[in-house]
């Protein structure tokens, strides 16, 4: 298995609250993805990182931000959280070899994310 | 913007027999990679079988093919010989070849019940 990381496993919050949540990989890939998984909606992109600063907006990406100092970590804010960001997070890795790539994704164990 | 659907939103099988998952998708792109994603109740995300919009011959793992219609942009997973540990959440999801766009749209997911 890839060696991704995220933290917390499960947090519960109060609407208004900032929270950051953590992933870390091992693998020293390029591409970082955070998605979020809803009943319904499968997982939507939030935001992703092809390199250290170097990051860009899914589909999703209102009321997060993002950011990447160093290649191992991948960071996902939510500047003031809201009952409609409870949701189940993935982290998601990917390496990049130059020209057309065929690298699956390899996804962390996920965070279970409640605002109250 | 592509997008994936996935008509069928429960399925369940007999153990032992075949079921078919359905999965269509829209793109303008002519190459581009396919794939089938199986999420257990222990939330993993585990990639099944993975398709080469290029390449003609339809992708096999072990008890798992797809049905590969790329003008119909048709991508169907097929599962012979069902067993109990194949009851999960099942998501196609859909990613272009171009260098510098590594991102998966997925579907909304096929939930697969097995019956004893």
């Known amino acids: 298995d890839a060696g991704i990381t995220q933290s917390p496993r499960h947090k519960v919050t109060e609407t208004g609250t900032p929270v950051t949540l953590r992933c870390h990989q091992t693998e020293n890939h390029r591409y970082m993805y955070w998605y979020r998984q809803d009943p319904g909606h499968g997982l939507r992109l939030i935001h992703y990182s092809y390199g250290v600063k170097d990051t860009d907006k899914g589909e999703v990406s209102d009321g997060y931000s993002v950011s990447r100092s160093k290649t191992e970590d991948f960071l996902l804010t939510l500047e003031s959280a809201t009952s409609s960001q409870t949701s189940v997070y993935f982290c998601?890795?990917?390496?990049?070899?130059?020209?057309?790539?065929?690298?699956?994704?390899?996804f962390g164990s996920g965070t279970q994310l409640s605002v109250l | 913007a592509q997008t994936v659907t996935q008509s069928q939103p429960e399925m369940s099988v007999q153990e032992a027999e075949t079921v078919t998952l359905s999965c269509t998708y829209d793109t303008s792109e002519s190459d581009y990679y396919l794939f089938w994603y199986k999420q257990p109740p222990s939330r993993q995300m585990i990639l099944v079988i993975r398709?080469?919009?290029?390449?003609?011959q339809n992708a096999t793992e072990n008890r798992f093919s797809v049905n590969f219609q790329k003008a119909a942009k048709s991508f169907s997973l097929k599962i012979s010989d069902s067993q109990l540990g194949d009851a999960a959440m099942y998501f196609c999801a859909y990613r272009p070849t171009n260098f510098g766009n590594e991102k998966l749209t997925f579907g909304t997911g096929t939930r697969l019940t097995i019956i004893p």
């Open positions: 998601a890795i990917s390496a990049a070899r130059g020209g057309a790539t065929n690298e699956k994704l390899f």
């Open positions: 398709q080469e919009a290029y390449k003609q």
